[in-house]
């Protein structure tokens, strides 16, 4: 899932103006992996967090080790 897409399904089941949703794919969830290629601490999967800011919608990339 890319960020596009992550947009348009929160677009399709009508993320109201001030919610968020958190969405993953079956692939970023099927396939952790570290931070960087020298990183030895634990591996994480990534996901998406879309908001409806005023009926815009706007997503940013998380990590499952996000604090």
Same mark, same amino acid.
């Given at each position: 899932?890319?960020?596009? #897409?992550?947009?348009?399904?929160? $677009? #399709?089941?009508?993320?109201?103006?001030?919610? /968020? @949703?958190?969405? #993953?794919?079956?692939? $970023? @969830?099927?396939?952790?992996?570290? !931070?960087? %290629?020298? +990183?030895?601490?634990? /591996? !994480?999967?990534?996901?998406?967090?879309?908001?409806? @800011?005023?009926? $815009?919608? !706007?997503?940013?990339?998380? !990590?499952? +080790?996000? %604090?």
């Amino acid at each position: 899932m890319n960020e596009r #897409q992550a947009i348009e399904y929160a $677009q #399709q089941i009508g993320v109201a103006p001030g919610d /968020h @949703i958190f969405l #993953q794919s079956e692939g $970023q @969830i099927m396939n952790p992996h570290p !931070h960087s %290629r020298n +990183d030895t601490g634990p /591996h !994480h999967v990534d996901g998406w967090r879309v908001e409806n @800011i005023g009926g $815009q919608y !706007h997503a940013s990339k998380i !990590h499952s +080790d996000d %604090r």
